[in-house]
């Protein structure tokens, strides 16, 4: 992670933050889902408020302002609550106050979540290394190739000479290229992929691969996938931990940063962490492209090989840098979790006995979750695959362990949130750098958590997540550039600051507010005595609040995706079973569709199930599937042929789910 230290420091003179003096209302800036929780706060002990239309300013539904929290511990200030979730309409809207104070205005809509989810992915092909980020899909972000000679061998390391290791992300505000963070990041786009797959991104984002008929998510996937495959020494399986400069460049355009970048020591946690998303990539990828699946599957069990060859940590003690480097050093000194993870998604790879006995003797080695998932502590990832796991032989007792664990952990989630004035289930010493992300990386275990229980409390408050992330917070803005009417504009991010273009780049989330003020902005600005949600400053200089990291936008990107598809209950006071939810079918991807498409279903229960193709005539081209099958979601390909083996005429095509209890059918075209 970088952090520009020799450089003289330009403070603001305006504190961009909330004070009791300053009555603001607080809205989620990007927007709401009609069907669910729709909360805006204030500091302002107005009486009343009003909805109003941005179509004819006129009043469209009206509450009361209620205290929610005196002197919020987090913020400081006196919150109040506006809850709007009666309303259902779709629109542009704003919210007055009984005194005339007014929002900034917000979208409530069944998709306002996809710019989120979208913006944030693009933000990723912003991070790209190694290659030209042309005008065409840069726009004014453009920049020539950078990096092209990726890397020499640093003198601590087990490589000597050149190794090309071209490619992959730029970590975060500077241009280095981490494996553990890279491997996080990694993580929340494949497993949306794999348990979410309706889920998926479009493929129109606009970059390079759009349009290939693959999902822009794995495309983006993948050209940080197969950087990290270049990652891996040929001969032990071991996985170097980084590349990057000696020391941090400064503010350069990535083309025109020229410092000899080196590889470092290979490292057991790295290697572990490697071996676990190479795993879940192969199993995401299988379906597209084989060759390359077979690849991700070879390059982890080798890594693996190298775990097993050293069942001690490496180096000892964890990686630390050398004394002539001052880049990001990520340590960790425990490689227990990586290694965990590694098995479990192996497992999930593979069925091997060998990786079920390893998770098995070592998930309960310490308490099974002691927090949100992160680059330091993969172990929630590993619990998850296991949770999930498909395979047979999957232990059930462990699993109902796991749950228990998790579902505790989630309750205790759901108890701070009610306590906080924003509903954020942050306690005050967990704001510390990347906050943020530590609130959506909350939010993950509580979507899956609420997948698997069905508790409404678990989804509201990975929604308040979100919401805070957007606007709902004391500074008033959303932490994401791009998007929502306050932004960061000044992020430390090199690019950004080095480009020439007044915007940032758009799509990239700020780490958030840091109550150690861990640098000399926020030092600056706040003392020990300064309630921790207030410590950010949007400052290029406040790389303890302000940088951007591919491994903060990643859960932004999770949640965002979920949340666009409107899961969940259909009121957060509806009775349980208010609507049928035991069947759900995606479109198919992609539609139009000339070589092969997905059709994605999930059962809730265990059902007798159908999938057939029609034509419009009625007559049936086609049976996909006629089984009985468990609950989870399934992926079935269709190839354009009939049940004769041969290639059918273009047109459109209807196909059918249908359960013992419902009956599904879709639109499908298929053009030769």
């Keep these: 992670m970088g952090k520009v230290k020799q450089r003289a420091l330009f403070f603001l003179l305006i504190i961009t933050i909330v004070s009791s003096a300053q009555s603001t209302v607080f809205v989620n800036q990007v927007g709401y889902l009609p069907d669910h929780l729709k ?11 009003s909805l109003i239309d941005l179509t004819n300013n006129r ?38 106050l009984n005194d005339g104070e007014e929002s900034v205005p917000f979208e409530i809509s069944d998709s306002v979540f996809s710019r989120v989810a979208d913006r944030a992915l693009k933000g990723l092909y912003y991070q790209r290394c190694g290659m030209t980020l042309e005008e065409a899909f840069a726009g004014v972000f453009n920049h020539g190739t950078c990096h092209s000679a990726d890397a020499i061998g640093h003198s601590t390391c087990e490589h000597s000479g050149y190794l090309n290791v071209r490619g992959g992300w730029h970590d975060a505000g500077d241009y280095g290229k981490y494996v553990a963070p890279a491997a996080h990041a990694l993580s929340y786009l494949l497993m949306l992929a794999e348990y979410f797959p309706s889920f998926l991104i479009s493929d129109r984002l606009d970059i390079p691969e759009s349009g290939n008929g693959i999902p822009d998510m794995l495309d983006e996937a993948r050209y940080e996938l197969q950087w990290l495959l270049t990652m891996q020494d040929a001969n032990s399986g071991g996985v170097f931990f980084k590349v990057t400069t000696k020391n941090f460049v400064g503010y350069v355009m990535p083309h025109k940063s020229f410092d000899a970048r080196y590889l470092y020591q290979i490292s057991s946690t790295a290697t572990a962490d ?47 840098n050398p004394a002539d480097t001052k880049t990001g050093e990520y340590g960790d000194a425990d490689d227990g979790d990586e290694r965990l993870w590694a098995a479990a998604e192996l497992f999930e790879a593979t069925a091997a006995t060998e990786f079920n006995d390893y998770f098995l003797n070592h998930y309960q080695d310490e308490e099974i979750i002691q927090g949100p998932a992160g680059w330091q502590y ?26 228990n664990a998790l579902d505790d952990y989630c309750r205790n989630q759901v108890a701070i949130a009610d306590e906080d004035g924003f509903h954020v289930a942050l306690e005050g010493w967990e704001y510390y750098w990347g906050s943020n992300s530590v609130a959506l990386n909350k939010a993950l275990i509580l979507i899956f958590m609420f997948e698997e229980t069905g508790k409404k409390e678990y989804f509201a408050t990975a929604l308040h997540q979100l919401n805070y992330i957007l606007g709902c917070n004391a500074h008033n803005m959303t932490f994401v550039t791009g998007l929502g009417t306050n932004a960061p504009r000044h992020i430390h991010h090199s690019p950004s600051i ?34 921790p949600a207030l410590c950010y400053v949007d400052d290029q200089e406040s790389y303890a609040s302000n940088e951007v990291a591919v491994y903060w936008n990643a859960p932004l990107i999770f949640v965002g995706a979920y949340f666009n598809q409107g899961r969940g209950p259909v009121s957060l006071d509806s009775q349980p079973g208010s609507r049928d939810l035991s069947l759900f079918l995606a479109q198919n991807f992609p539609n139009p569709f000339n070589n092969q498409t997905a059709i994605v279903f999930k059962l809730e229960e265990r059902s007798p199930v159908t999938l057939e193709v029609f034509d419009m005539r009625g007559e049936k081209v086609r049976a996909l599937l006629s089984d009985v099958r468990g609950p989870g979601y399934y992926r079935i390909i269709w190839d354009g042929k009939n049940g004769a083996g041969q290639v059918v005429a273009s047109g459109l095509y209807l196909y059918r789910l249908k359960t013992d209890r419902r009956v599904i059918v879709k639109k499908i075209v298929f053009i030769r």
């Excluded at 909360?39 to 408020?49: I, Q, V």
């Excluded at 511990?73 to 709007?84: A, K």
């Excluded at 799509?507 to 003392?527: I, T």
Aim: hydrophobic share 40%.
């Design 39 to 49: 909360m805006a706060y204030t500091d302002h002990a107005a009486e009343s408020f």
């Design 59 to 96: 009043a469209v539904f009206s509450g009361e302002v209620v205290l929610l929290k005196e002197n919020d511990p987090s913020s400081g200030l006196d919150v109040y609550l506006l809850d709007f979730s009666g309303f259902q309409s779709t629109g542009r809207f704003k919210i007055r």
């Design 274 to 320: 490697f071996a676990a998303i190479m795993a879940r990539a192969y199993r995401v990828y299988k379906d597209y492209d084989s060759t390359f699946a077979s690849q991700c599957l070879s390059a982890a069990q080798h890594a693996w090989s190298y775990l097993e060859a050293h069942p001690a940590i490496v180096p000892d003690g964890g990686f630390q």
């Design 378 to 403: 993969v172990k929630p990832l590993a619990l998850i695959t296991y949770l999930k796991s498909a395979q047979p032989t999957a232990d059930e007792n462990a699993r109902n362990i796991i749950q």
């Design 498 to 531: 080095a480009d020439g273009v007044q915007e940032p780049v758009p799509g990239l989330m700020a780490g958030g507010p840091n109550k150690y003020l861990n640098d000399l902005v926020l030092q600056l600005h706040f003392n020990a005595n300064t309630p």
